[in-house]
């Protein structure tokens, strides 16, 4: 887990740092669940940053072992910060807009993978996928 100055002062709670990917395709974004995860939402692919990283490699590394694709170009759209719903603190995303190579498929530690649009509502998303990513990826045109 990274420490991200959150301006709070040195008592402050750890805060993890991930990069997320919006992979989009035919106007619809690519979502993600774990294995083993307790809860039913669906996030970003992505992960965290490992020391020494950029956003960059830690994107290619993280999709690769995910999704067996590989990071063609990318974006940056925004870092959004909630609560982590797995660890229950602080979390920034410093998500992209991500074009890749390849047929993204479930491996490493992801169950199931879906590709989600405006129609579908019955889904449910992180809330920073809900409340920031989506509605980015909606005002730029691309969902």
Request: net charge negative; hydrophobic share 35%; charged share 30%.
């Amino acid at each position: 887990m990274r420490r991200v100055n959150s301006g709070q002062g040195e008592h402050s709670p750890p805060v993890i740092e991930k990069v997320g990917a919006a992979i989009v395709r035919n106007k619809k974004v690519l979502v993600v669940r774990k294995a083993g995860q307790p809860s039913p939402e669906f996030f970003t692919a992505g992960g965290k940053i490992e020391e020494g990283e950029t956003h960059y490699q830690t994107l290619a590394r993280e999709l690769k072992e995910e999704l067996g694709v590989d990071v063609e170009r990318l974006e940056y759209l925004g870092s959004y910060r909630d609560v982590a719903v797995f660890e229950a603190v602080p979390i920034v995303i410093h998500a992209y807009y991500v074009e890749v190579t390849g047929e993204p498929r479930p491996s490493a530690e992801i169950r199931e993978l879906k590709w989600i649009g405006k129609s579908d509502a019955d889904i449910s998303v992180s809330s920073i996928m809900a409340n920031q990513i989506i509605p980015e990826l909606e005002r730029s045109g691309r969902l």
